[in-house]
């Protein structure tokens, strides 16, 4: 089976940053894209940033110069570096992989999200 287990969440105050990491485990042969997704209270999940597996990212307007995503191919490990932070960041971060070819087909999956925080 495969896993998409993220870390590094949490509370911080506006202007602060913090760095998510997702790791992705299981009988894993290849992974298309991964990207961060957020939902805050009351409002749909959002794409926050993706990246192909060559390393072409792309994100949402309200986080571009502020974020960055980066992979680590090797380590099926995708990351999410979050500077200047603001209250309306606050939401859980979700990460997923596209197209995770394991045992003969190829699926999307999720992690189970972490929280972050922003306090004002």
């Known amino acids: 089976q495969v896993q998409l287990v993220e870390s590094g969440g949490g509370l911080v105050q506006a202007g602060g940053s913090l760095r998510l990491s997702c790791a992705a485990s299981g009988t894993i042969f290849s992974i298309n894209a991964m990207g961060w997704y957020r939902q805050a209270p009351g409002k749909q999940r959002e794409l926050v940033a993706s990246i192909t597996v060559g390393g072409s990212a792309n994100y949402a307007d309200s986080v571009k110069g502020r974020f960055t995503i980066s992979r680590d191919n090797a380590k099926n490990m995708v990351y999410l570096q979050m500077n200047s932070l603001k209250p309306e960041d606050t939401a859980v971060y979700y990460c997923?992989?596209?197209?995770?070819?394991?045992?003969?087909?190829?699926?999307?999956?999720w992690g189970q999200g972490t929280q972050v925080t922003v306090s004002s």
């Open positions: 997923k992989g596209y197209d995770i070819y394991s045992s003969n087909y190829y699926h999307d999956y």
